[in-house]
């Protein structure tokens, strides 16, 4: 599968390779986002919890870039999951990032506390009124982050629409291969965090191997081989020249046994976070 861009259950179109922008502002402010537009991100993933909405949307006034050209994705933090707290959280997104409207919008995690009984009663709250902003065409594109099949389950149950995307730590060594296919099922298109997984990962002597042979970079590996999975990735990066070697993965094509031999690589690079153990 060689896809520059994956289209949602709702025909949105959203670009196979995105601009992570967790922690990219702290060293360098508004100029690592104008230096990925100039690279040519135009899908730049961000969140509430993130604190850096009000700097891009900074860097995206002074660069001058249509609104259209952009792909604005954010995530609302799992204590506002309330209706109130959701509007207040979305409203603040929008004015921070200078913008009438989102692309997307997911719901960070299910549930901030692990011992939370009632953590699907505030996921579906927030959500309808994310349907609601959604019928308003103020969000393009509605989606979860870090859900897993039975936190999915469970709210499929009740929602009249369902998540158009699920962001989930996806890297080789940590595939979630029984909740893909969950996904596949129910028509929700995975999207990887931390798609370079830990050091572990990005200079294992097995990716390198490939890498050689194709004569591309360890991450460029990592990435293409997500892609051609079907999943499209939001790598983060800092320098100018890692910017660029994360958006050009698309002049070669793994094997279908190397797809197999690095989906299959025992379990390792995860970063400790898991949507069950809460986030206190």
């Known amino acids: 599968m060689d896809k520059k861009e994956f289209i949602l259950s709702n025909g949105i179109v959203i670009p196979a390779v995105g601009y992570g922008s967790y922690l990219s502002t702290e060293k360098n402010g508004r100029s690592v986002i104008k230096d990925a537009l100039d690279v040519g991100y135009r899908y730049i993933d961000t969140a509430r919890m993130y604190e850096n909405e009000f700097e891009i949307g900074?860097?995206?006034?002074?660069?001058?870039?249509?609104?259209?050209?952009?792909?604005?994705?954010?995530?609302?933090?799992?204590?506002?999951?309330?209706?109130?707290?959701?509007?207040?959280?979305?409203?603040?997104?929008?004015?921070?990032?200078?913008?009438?409207?989102?692309?997307?919008?997911?719901?960070?995690?299910?549930?901030?506390?692990?011992?939370?009984?009632?953590?699907?009663?505030?996921?579906?709250?927030?959500?309808?009124?994310?349907?609601?902003?959604?019928?308003?065409?103020?969000?393009?594109?509605?989606?979860?982050?870090?859900?897993?099949?039975?936190?999915?389950?469970?709210?499929l149950e009740k929602v009249r629409i369902k998540p158009m995307v699920d962001q989930?730590?996806?890297?080789?060594?940590?595939?979630?291969?029984?909740?893909?296919?969950?996904?596949?099922?129910?028509?929700?298109?995975?999207?990887?965090?931390?798609?370079?997984?830990?050091?572990?990962?990005?200079?294992?002597?097995?990716?390198?191997?490939?890498?050689?042979?194709?004569?591309?970079?360890?991450?460029?590996?990592l990435l293409r081989f997500l892609n051609q999975r079907g999943i499209p990735v939001i790598p983060k990066a800092s320098s100018i020249e890692r910017m660029k070697e994360n958006l050009d993965i698309f002049d070669f094509t793994l094997n279908d046994d190397e797809i197999s031999y690095l989906s299959c690589i025992p379990e390792y690079g995860w970063s400790g976070e898991h949507p069950d153990l809460g986030l206190i």
Not at 91 to 114: G, N, Q, R, S, V
């Open 168 to 221: 989930l730590e996806l890297h080789v060594g940590y595939m979630q291969e029984y909740t893909l296919k969950y996904l596949e099922e129910n028509g929700i298109l995975p999207q990887a965090w931390s798609p370079l997984g830990r050091a572990k990962v990005l200079q294992d002597e097995r990716v390198s191997a490939l890498a050689v042979k194709y004569g591309k970079s360890n991450a460029q590996v």
């Open 58 to 155: 900074q860097a995206l006034e002074e660069y001058g870039i249509a609104r259209e050209e952009l792909f604005l994705c954010s995530k609302v933090w799992p204590r506002d999951l309330s209706k109130e707290s959701l509007v207040e959280s979305f409203e603040a997104t929008l004015a921070d990032l200078k913008t009438d409207y989102l692309d997307m919008l997911l719901i960070h995690w299910p549930k901030y506390d692990k011992d939370d009984e009632s953590w699907l009663d505030k996921v579906l709250d927030a959500w309808s009124e994310m349907e609601r902003l959604y019928d308003e065409k103020k969000i393009r594109a509605i989606g979860v982050s870090n859900f897993l099949p039975h936190h999915l389950a469970p709210m």
